[in-house]
């Protein structure tokens, strides 16, 4: 009876979180490199306070890009204080989405640029809750064996397929 039990739990409970966690890319591994990134041209909203709310940030400028009528690329998320060491609410980041050449953002959109540069590059195919955790944690495990850690900012960029049910690739970019 009680090995009966086990495997309806099984069947019922942990197969189905393992299916999830595997289609939204938890077994994926990271890849890191050095790379040359940018130029990057983005409107954007400055966001403070805990990163954990920078999807309601982003919502907002999705909504103002619309109203604007801008062709908006990948999601783009400038971080610019470590979690670690800057307290929950005084945390600062920009966050918006890359934009062509000759858009021109109106208020209250801001408009950032970013220059090419060499950075270390941490690359992931998942979904947007469960990759920036697997990019940092590999990314700072890569630092950690070279005696160093991760410095800010950092740029995010993911780039998310229009269909719900596939998966996008999030990239971390920390310069060298």
Not at 69 to 88: E, Q, W
Not at 110 to 117: A, D, V
Not at 164 to 173: H, P
């Given at each position: 009876?009680?090995?009966?039990?086990?495997?309806?739990?099984?069947?019922?409970?942990?197969?189905?979180?393992?299916?999830?966690?595997?289609?939204?890319?938890?077994?994926?591994?990271?890849?890191?490199?050095?790379?040359?990134?940018?130029?990057?041209?983005?409107?954007y909203l400055e966001h403070t306070g805990d990163y954990a709310r920078l999807p309601e940030t982003q919502a907002r400028v999705r909504a103002l890009m619309a109203q604007q009528n801008l062709a908006r690329?990948?999601?783009?998320?400038?971080?610019?204080?470590?979690?670690?060491?800057?307290?929950?609410?005084?945390?600062?980041?920009?966050?918006?989405?890359?934009?062509?050449?000759?858009?021109?953002?109106?208020?209250?959109?801001?408009?950032?640029?970013?220059?090419?540069?060499?950075?270390?590059?941490?690359?992931?195919?998942?979904?947007?809750?469960?990759?920036?955790?697997?990019?940092?944690?590999?990314?700072?495990?890569?630092?950690?064996?070279?005696?160093?850690?991760?410095?800010?900012?950092?740029?995010?960029?993911?780039?998310?397929?229009?269909?719900?049910?596939?998966?996008?690739?999030?990239?971390?970019?920390?310069?060298?």
């Amino acid at each position: 009876m009680l090995k009966k039990n086990w495997l309806i739990i099984l069947l019922a409970f942990v197969l189905p979180l393992i299916a999830v966690f595997a289609w939204w890319g938890g077994f994926n591994s990271v890849e890191i490199s050095e790379a040359e990134r940018g130029p990057y041209r983005f409107a954007y909203l400055e966001h403070t306070g805990d990163y954990a709310r920078l999807p309601e940030t982003q919502a907002r400028v999705r909504a103002l890009m619309a109203q604007q009528n801008l062709a908006r690329g990948a999601a783009i998320t400038v971080l610019l204080d470590d979690p670690r060491t800057v307290p929950k609410n005084q945390l600062r980041a920009r966050t918006g989405y890359l934009i062509a050449p000759s858009a021109q953002p109106a208020t209250p959109l801001r408009l950032g640029e970013i220059p090419t540069r060499r950075v270390l590059v941490a690359r992931v195919r998942a979904a947007a809750l469960l990759a920036p955790s697997k990019a940092y944690q590999a990314l700072h495990d890569h630092l950690a064996a070279q005696h160093t850690d991760i410095r800010m900012p950092t740029v995010e960029i993911y780039d998310s397929p229009p269909e719900v049910y596939r998966i996008g690739e999030l990239s971390v970019e920390m310069e060298r």
